[in-house]
Antibody, heavy 120, light 107 residues
């Protein structure tokens, strides 16, 4: 079955750029939408955006000015870049597939999550 | 943006109890509502999609209902492994949004 694994630095300095990669195994990245979601104690679960395997993206308006999601189909990976981070961006970051059953979509599976702390 | 409000935020119950968690959307989302379970230190897991469809492998003691703005997740005969956090999520439109979660604890 499809598995996802996040990777990247666990500590980022304020004003710098957070960069994470999600590696998809057990299936092809092609033909699906892939999302980034974060979870912090104060804000709960927050959807950041998604990318289709063709490269088309949709972002949350609240983060749109700072987010770039990209895909590398040759490596079966997609990535997140979040610029100008502050302490408010400290969270566990998950990658997930946006799955579909008929007309409804939901997130499944999810990666195990990676904690990113923003601190000097 | 669509706001999702869950209640209660926390709930204490005993093994064998029947519990209900409520999720309300700030506007009608038809049946575009999903429920997830998250155990401490673990990844959220899809339980129910389209408001009432049980994901494969999820025990039948879990059920969902509702449409429009009001939805419920019901767990019949609580088992020890059910004590976890539960989140609703709307997939009606982007930005997708989640409820703040309900923490189900053992009484």
């Amino acid at each position: 079955q499809v598995q996802l694994q996040e990777s990247g630095p666990g500590l980022v300095k304020p004003s710098e750029t957070l960069s994470l990669t999600c590696t998809v195994s057990g299936g092809s990245i092609t033909g699906n939408h892939w999302s980034w979601i974060r979870q912090s104690p104060g804000e709960g679960l927050e959807w950041i955006g998604y990318i289709y395997s063709s490269g088309s993206t949709t972002y949350s308006p609240s983060l749109k000015s700072r987010v770039i999601i990209s895909v590398d189909t040759s490596k079966n990976q997609f990535s997140l870049r979040l610029t100008s981070v502050t302490a408010a961006d400290t969270a566990v970051y998950y990658c997930a597939r946006r799955s579909r059953s008929g007309w409804i979509t939901y997130f499944d599976p999810w990666g195990q999550g990676t904690l990113v702390s923003v601190s000097s | 943006d669509i706001q999702m409000t869950q209640s209660p935020s926390s709930l204490s119950a005993s093994i064998g109890d029947r519990v209900t968690i409520t999720c309300r959307a700030s506007q009608s989302i038809s049946s575009y509502l999903n429920w997830y379970q998250q155990k401490p230190g673990k990844t959220p897991k899809i339980l129910i999609y389209a408001a009432s469809s049980l994901q494969s492998g999820v025990p039948s003691r879990f059920s969902g209902s509702g449409s429009g703005t009001d939805f419920t997740l019901t767990i019949d005969s609580l088992q020890p492994e059910d004590f976890a956090s539960y989140f609703c999520q709307q997939s009606y439109n982007t930005p997708y949004s989640f409820g703040q979660g309900t923490n189900l604890e053992i009484k």
